[in-house]
């Protein structure tokens, strides 16, 4: 059984920087797609950013150039990495796996999830 564990989030300063981590158990080898998803307050979850386990990242429009995705196959961990952070980057986040290779920001598309962790930026 395919198991997400975060780790990181956080309070934080505009302009500043986080770090979330996401380490999967119950699986050999990662091979499909691996996602973050964020949710603010009032609003519907979005795909923050995609990272198939063979090819490239995808962001979304708003965290392009700050936040970078990657994975530590050897410790079977994904991170996010979020610089330069804005009070609109305020949400529950979510890291998201499906065994698919292919990588889309819809969220029904994706079939394990991590519990979440908050990130709060102030101005």
């Known amino acids: 059984q395919v198991q997400l564990v975060q780790s990181g989030g956080g309070s934080v300063q505009a302009g500043g920087s986080l770090e979330l981590s996401c380490t999967f158990f119950?699986?050999?080898?990662?091979?499909?797609?691996m996602a973050w998803f964020r949710q603010a307050p009032g609003a519907e979850r979005e795909g923050v950013a995609t990272?198939?386990?063979?090819?490239?990242?995808s962001y979304v429009d708003s965290v392009e150039g700050r936040f970078t995705v990657s994975n530590d196959d050897a410790k079977s961990t994904l991170y996010l990495q979020m610089n330069s952070l804005k009070p609109d980057d305020t949400g529950m986040y979510y890291c998201a796996f499906t065994f698919s290779s292919a990588c889309t920001f819809r969220e029904s598309w994706f079939e394990y999830w991590g519990q979440g962790t908050q990130v709060t930026v102030s101005s």
């Open positions: 990272i198939p386990t063979t090819g490239s990242a």
């Open positions: 119950g699986v050999t080898y990662i091979n499909g797609c």
